[in-house]
Each structure stands twice: as C-alpha cells, then as structure tokens.
C-alpha cells in the first residue's frame, strides 16, 4: 500500500520559532505614528501587548525559542499531519503530486491556537488576569477562548453582530471554553455606543469590534488586547507548520515545486510559506510561492503598496502594505477570515518585491474546489481554505496540459463544520460572487491618502 500521510513524533514539534526578517534580501519599512509621519517605537505597544510579544514584534533572531509549556499544549494537536491527496490526483488525473497540511485538527479547527496558546503564555506571565479581542467568524474567537482556559486568563470576545445572529455555535464553543461574549456594536465601551446612538441596528464590522477591544484593554489595568493575525509575531508563532512540512515533505521523499496558502492577514499563508522561502533564499531551492485571495477582497492582486492603518476607525499605526483602504469594506463572502482590507506587511513586501506570486478567485469557485476536495479527500474545508484549494487545482491542471510533474504542497488551515449553512446555499445554487466592480476597487484605492 502507497503511504498517504506522512506523520512526525511529538518530539518533532519545533523548539523554535522560524524569523524570516533578517534573512530577507531588502529591510523592511518601520510602522507610522499616524500624527508624525515617524516610526514608532516598540513601546507605542505597550498598552496593549506584553513586552515578549513587543519583542518578538521587532526581533532580528533568526529563531525564537518555543518555551516548554507552549510545546506542551502544542502537542495536543502537534504535530499536524501532512497527506498525500492521491484521491483528489485522481480525479483531476493530473501528473501533479498533491500534498496538504492539515492544521483543522486543532482544538478549535484552524492553525490560529499556533498563536493563541503562546500570546496567551506569554499575558500569564507578565501578570495580565484577562485577553480582550475582536472576531468574525468567530475561528479566531474560539482559539484564544480556547487559549485563554489552558493558561488560567479570563477572555472577552467582541463578536461581530452579523455572526453573532448567524454562529450560534462558535459562540457557545467560546463559552464552553470559558470566554465571555458580546455581540458588538456593545454599550460597554464608549466606541460601541457612538455606533449605536447612530446606527441601533449596526450589524457591526471588525473595525469596530476591534475598536471596542482595544478601549476595554486599555481601560483595565490588569487586561490586555491580542491579535490573530497580520503582525510580524503572529506569522512568526505560525512558522511551526512550515518548519514540520519541510520534514514531512523529507519523509514522502519529494520536495514542493509550489507552496500555497490562502492569505487573508496572511498568517497561515506566512506559517507554511516562510520555511520555503528561507529554503529559497539560503539553499539554492527554487520553490514558486502562491498566496490566494478572493476577488471580491483582492488586496494584494488590486491593492496600493503604500501606507494605511490597520483597523477601519484609523487608530493603529500606519504600516506599509497592500491595501484597499482602511475603509473599504469587503462585500459579505462566507470567507469571514479572508475579509480584510490590508496584507501582513512581511508578505506585502515579498509580494512587492517579487518573491511571491498572488492570485483571487470568486466565491462559487473556491466553492466548487472545496465541494470537489470533500468528495475526494473527505475533509470538508473551511471557505476560506477553498480559495488555496482552487488554486491547487488549477496548477494541477496546469501541470497536466504541460505534461509536467510538479509537486504542489497547500495548506489546509481549517475544516468548515461550523459553514455547512454557506454550503447549504452553494448546493442550493443560492451562492453569489459578489465581486465588486474595477471602479469600485479603483475608486476604493484611490481614496488612499499619501
Ligand atoms: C482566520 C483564518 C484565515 C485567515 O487568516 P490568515 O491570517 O490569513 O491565515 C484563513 N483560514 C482560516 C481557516 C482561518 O480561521
């Protein structure tokens, strides 16, 4: 019998994290104090962030040790498994070899514990009793709810309105986990309540649950405020995928001719991508790189490359990267995690300068890929996770119509068993692109300052 998956000991869990800024061939441009027009310093972070997360923000180490007690919560899930998609091969009767990373047996089905459980660690031990954060979908939510319980800290999750109506049940999973939940826009914070004396019916954004997290983190003492995706530290706690599928990928006796990963902040994307390209940059490999991102959220297929704030309220820093504009606001796709108007700046700088290649699907394609995957692979993907699906096997049949054999490796950082509804809708033929117009999207990058 032919070997399907490719499976490492706990012992094969990383002991560090992997740090692709110094090995990058160009420096990468510094956040923006929005008021000045100058760099910040680390320290404009310390409201809101622990010092060892602020550290890992702007570290120069190649490689940051994985305390003891991460590695061993990591090992309730860790190592992923890593699998041969013959059956999906199959079907597309491509010459391609087809692998995928596995990150949907987490707890909370995502790689996003990769960087809840040590942001959660490291809160524990400066002294902070309690997380607040924001979530959509709720993937994100779940994590650090989940995060939050193993490491004793009391979590409060600000959930978009919209999902809070529609998910029930990553809702009531955060508070299994212990978290408490609000249904933001809330009256708890003053940015809450300027939306609702406005807007009673708000259905609520990310920008503004993000707003209503940071204000409760900064108000309490003892609280503070984390992030699941977008920032250096976060990609940096994700590099445990590609660090265990460069071993796995030793173990099946192949090495990829293409790494995928759908990028929304772009951490799972950076997670499995950044020790290929490490590979890339110090030993001679020539791996293409792909990052996939909807059409109807095409930040960095159609964004500017310049500077823009990080939440729609236009609080944060300003930080260069692809971006549509802070206020542009992305049409409602079931892919809740790929719905941000900017890019990590790291992987906006790979994509500026070459390193990495991007492409955007529609909705009901990504869709179709996913039914497909299920049908072959039994996995049912994440929506979000449809859109590097897409892409893998359209370099499948890439590879087929040019008679060559490539190995493609993606990432599949999250199964859907809390999205059957938007399945629901696309096996009823119920589903919409909802792309927006070139004019939109042109006018959107226009509006740009600077
Ligand atoms: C959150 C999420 C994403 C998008 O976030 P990235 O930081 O781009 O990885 C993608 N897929 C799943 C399953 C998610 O939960």
Same mark, same amino acid.
């Given at each position: 019998?032919?070997?399907?998956?490719?499976?490492?000991?706990?012992?094969?869990? %990383?002991?560090?994290?992997?740090?692709?800024?110094?090995?990058?061939?160009?420096?990468?441009?510094?956040?923006?104090?929005?008021?000045?027009?100058?760099?910040?310093?680390?320290?404009?972070?310390?409201?809101?962030?622990? &010092?060892?997360?602020?550290?890992?923000?702007?570290?120069?180490?190649?490689?940051?040790?994985?305390?003891?007690?991460?590695?061993?919560?990591?090992?309730?899930?860790?190592?992923?498994?890593?699998?041969?998609?013959?059956?999906?091969?199959?079907?597309? !009767?491509?010459?391609?070899?087809?692998?995928?990373?596995?990150?949907?047996?987490?707890?909370?089905?995502?790689?996003?514990?990769?960087?809840?459980?040590?942001?959660?660690?490291?809160?524990?031990?400066?002294?902070?009793?309690?997380?607040?954060?924001?979530?959509?979908?709720?993937?994100?939510?779940?994590?650090?709810?989940?995060?939050?319980?193993?490491?004793?800290?009391?979590?409060?999750?600000?959930?978009?309105?919209?999902?809070?109506? &529609?998910?029930?049940?990553?809702?009531?999973?955060?508070?299994?986990?212990?978290?408490?939940?609000?249904?933001?826009?809330?009256?708890?914070?003053?940015?809450?309540?300027?939306?609702?004396?406005?807007?009673?019916?708000?259905?609520?954004?990310? *920008?503004?649950?993000?707003?209503?997290?940071?204000? !409760?983190?900064?108000?309490?003492?003892?609280?503070?405020?984390?992030?699941?995706?977008?920032?250096?530290?976060?990609?940096?706690?994700?590099?445990?995928?590609?660090?265990? /599928?460069?071993? &796995?990928?030793?173990?099946?006796?192949?090495?990829?001719?293409?790494?995928? *990963?759908?990028?929304?902040?772009?951490?799972?994307?950076?997670?499995?991508?950044?020790?290929?390209?490490?590979?890339?940059?110090?030993?001679?490999?020539?791996?293409?790189?792909?990052?996939?991102? %909807?059409?109807?959220? %095409?930040?960095?297929?159609?964004?500017?490359?310049?500077? !823009?704030?990080?939440?729609?309220?236009?609080?944060?820093?300003?930080?260069?990267?692809?971006?549509?504009?802070?206020?542009?606001?992305?049409?409602?796709?079931?892919?809740?995690?790929?719905?941000?108007?900017?890019?990590?700046?790291?992987?906006?700088?790979?994509?500026?300068?070459?390193?990495?290649?991007?492409?955007?699907?529609?909705?009901?394609?990504?869709?179709?890929?996913? $039914?497909?995957? /299920?049908?072959?692979? *039994?996995?049912?993907? /994440?929506?979000? $996770?449809?859109?590097?699906?897409?892409?893998?096997?359209?370099?499948?049949?890439?590879?087929?119509?040019?008679?060559? &054999?490539?190995?493609?490796?993606?990432?599949?950082?999250?199964?859907?068993?809390?999205?059957?509804?938007?399945?629901?809708?696309?096996?009823?033929?119920?589903?919409?692109?909802?792309?927006?117009?070139?004019?939109?999207?042109?006018? /959107?990058?226009?509006?740009? %300052?600077?």
């Amino acid at each position: 019998m032919e070997y399907t998956k490719f499976l490492l000991e706990e012992k094969a869990i %990383p002991e560090s994290w992997y740090n692709l800024v110094p090995d990058l061939p160009f420096q990468l441009e510094p956040p923006l104090n929005p008021a000045t027009m100058e760099p910040v310093g680390p320290e404009a972070f310390a409201p809101i962030f622990p &010092q060892a997360v602020i550290e890992q923000e702007v570290t120069q180490d190649s490689y940051v040790p994985i305390p003891e007690e991460v590695r061993e919560i990591y090992a309730l899930w860790r190592p992923t498994p890593l699998l041969r998609a013959r059956r999906l091969e199959k079907q597309l !009767d491509t010459p391609a070899h087809i692998y995928y990373k596995y990150e949907g047996v987490s707890p909370s089905g995502s790689h996003k514990p990769n960087t809840a459980v040590p942001q959660a660690y490291y809160n524990r031990e400066e002294g902070v009793r309690r997380l607040t954060t924001e979530t959509g979908a709720g993937q994100w939510g779940s994590s650090l709810a989940f995060a939050c319980g193993v490491m004793d800290l009391d979590c409060t999750v600000y959930m978009v309105r919209v999902s809070y109506d &529609q998910k029930p049940y990553r809702r009531i999973m955060m508070e299994t986990y212990g978290a408490e939940v609000h249904s933001s826009p809330t009256d708890l914070t003053q940015a809450g309540r300027n939306i609702l004396e406005e807007h009673p019916d708000s259905p609520g954004s990310l *920008g503004i649950a993000i707003s209503e997290a940071i204000e !409760d983190a900064v108000g309490h003492e003892d609280a503070k405020y984390s992030l699941g995706s977008v920032l250096n530290h976060v990609l940096l706690h994700q590099t445990v995928i590609g660090q265990e /599928a460069l071993q &796995q990928m030793e173990l099946a006796g192949e090495y990829p001719d293409v790494v995928v *990963g759908c990028a929304g902040g772009g951490s799972n994307f950076g997670g499995v991508a950044f020790p290929f390209i490490r590979e890339n940059l110090k030993n001679g490999k020539n791996t293409r790189i792909v990052a996939v991102e %909807p059409a109807s959220c %095409p930040t960095l297929t159609k964004g500017r490359y310049t500077y !823009d704030f990080g939440d729609t309220a236009g609080t944060t820093p300003m930080m260069k990267m692809y971006t549509l504009g802070h206020s542009f606001v992305p049409s409602g796709i079931h892919a809740g995690g790929l719905r941000y108007h900017g890019e990590s700046p790291i992987v906006s700088a790979l994509a500026h300068e070459g390193l990495i290649e991007a492409r955007a699907y529609a909705q009901n394609p990504t869709f179709e890929a996913g $039914v497909t995957f /299920a049908r072959t692979e *039994g996995i049912v993907p /994440a929506p979000e $996770v449809t859109h590097a699906i897409k892409a893998t096997i359209d370099l499948a049949l890439e590879a087929k119509e040019a008679g060559e &054999q490539k190995t493609i490796l993606f990432n599949l950082c999250g199964h859907g068993h809390f999205d059957f509804s938007a399945y629901q809708q696309y096996l009823a033929g119920e589903l919409v692109n909802l792309e927006h117009s070139e004019e939109e999207i042109e006018a /959107a990058v226009a509006g740009i %300052p600077g």
